[in-house]
C-alpha cells in the first residue's frame, strides 16, 4: 500500500512539473516573464522563439539611470549610486538565466549610446542554432573579431554593439536575419549619406512580415527604391505566415484573467521541461 501511495505522489509531482514549466522561477519573476514573452510573441520575437527565421530578435527595452554624467571622467570608480539598478533589473537578470535552456539563450546587452546619465539595456533572445549557422555562413565577416560557430551570443552580441557605426549595422542585420541583399543596400546607403552630406535618405522601399500585433512596422527591412520582392524574401513571408498562423490557433487556449501564459505557450511549443 506504502508503495502505490509513493507511485501516486511520484505521479503527481511529475504531471506538475510537466504542467508548469520552469518550476523554479519564483511567483514574482513568472508573472514578469509572462509580461515579457507574451509581449515578444506578439511581435517579431516570435520568429526566434516558436521558429529559426530570426537568428536574433528583440524581447524587452530597459532604462537606467546607470551611465555616466558630463562630470564624471574616463576611469572614475564611484560612477552608478547604489540605488541607481533597481531590483527589476536583477528579476530581469534572473529570468534571462532561466530561461536560457535548449536552443534559447536570453541575452541583457547595455547599448554603447546613452542620453545623460540614462542607459538602455536591451534583452535579446538568441536561436542558438540558427545562431551558429549565420556566423558560419558569414565567416569572412564575423571572423574578423575570431568568432565562429561556437562562439557566445553574450560575447557576440555587446562586440558588434559597441563597434563601428557601419560594421554594427552589418553585424546586427545579418543577426536579425534580414536578407543579404537588404543588409548590403542598408549598409552602402547609409555609407553614401556620410559620404555626400547632402543625401539625407537614399530612396527606399520596406518589405513588412506580419506578426500578431500587427502587419507592417515590426519585423520590416528596407530595399532598394523599386526592387521586387525576390524568392528569398517570399519564402521567408510564407514561412512566417504560416508559423503565424499556428501561433494565432493557439494563443487562446493560453488566455486567461491574468494575460497570457506565454511560457507554457512557448514551453509547450519547443518541448522544454
Known amino acids: 500500500m506504502r ?5 501516486v505522489v ?42 529559426t527565421i530570426k537568428p536574433v530578435s528583440s524581447v ?25 539598478l533597481p531590483e527589476l533589473a536583477l528579476k530581469y537578470a534572473r529570468i534571462c538565466a532561466e530561461l536560457s535552456k535548449g536552443d534559447h539563450q536570453f541575452v541583457m546587452m547595455p547599448f554603447a549610446q546613452k542620453e545623460g546619465h540614462m542607459r538602455s ?10 545562431f551558429s549557422s ?14 565562429t560557430p561556437e562562439s557566445d551570443p553574450a560575447t557576440v552580441l555587446p562586440v558588434i554593439e559597441y563597434e563601428s557605426r557601419h560594421d554594427r ?26 559620404k555626400d552630406t547632402t543625401i539625407k535618405l537614399v530612396p527606399r522601399d520596406f518589405f513588412a512580415i506580419p506578426v500578431y500585433a500587427g502587419n507592417k512596422g515590426y519585423f520590416t527591412y528596407a530595399m532598394p527604391k523599386g526592387h521586387k520582392p525576390s524568392e528569398i524574401d517570399s519564402v521567408m513571408y510564407r514561412r512566417a505566415v504560416h508559423t503565424l498562423g499556428r501561433y494565432k490557433a493557439q494563443r487562446p487556449e493560453y488566455i486567461t484573467p ?16
Not at 16 to 38: E, G, K, W
Not at 169 to 193: H, S
Open 258 to 273: 491574468g494575460g497570457l501564459k506565454a511560457i507554457a505557450l512557448w514551453s509547450r511549443w519547443n518541448k522544454k521541461p
Open 134 to 147: 549565420l556566423i558560419a555562413q558569414h565567416a569572412a565577416f564575423f571572423g574578423q573579431w575570431g568568432f
Open 3 to 7: 508503495y502505490v501511495l509513493l507511485m
Open 121 to 130: 539595456i536591451e534583452i535579446y533572445v538568441v536561436r542558438k542554432s540558427r
Open 169 to 194: 549595422n552589418r553585424g546586427y542585420g545579418l543577426l536579425f536575419g534580414y536578407p543579404l541583399y537588404a543588409v548590403d543596400f542598408f549598409v552602402t546607403a547609409n555609407q553614401a549619406a556620410e
Open 10 to 51: 511520484g505521479l503527481a509531482v511529475a504531471s506538475c512539473q510537466v504542467s508548469r514549466p520552469f518550476a523554479t522561477l519564483h511567483n514574482n519573476d513568472r508573472v514578469l516573464a509572462d509580461s515579457m514573452l507574451a509581449y515578444a510573441l506578439d511581435h517579431e520575437a516570435v520568429y526566434t522563439l516558436l521558429d
Open 60 to 84: 524587452k527595452f530597459l532604462r537606467f539611470p546607470v551611465a555616466k554624467t558630463p562630470l564624471m571622467k574616463d576611469g572614475d570608480h564611484q560612477v552608478t549610486p547604489a540605488d541607481s
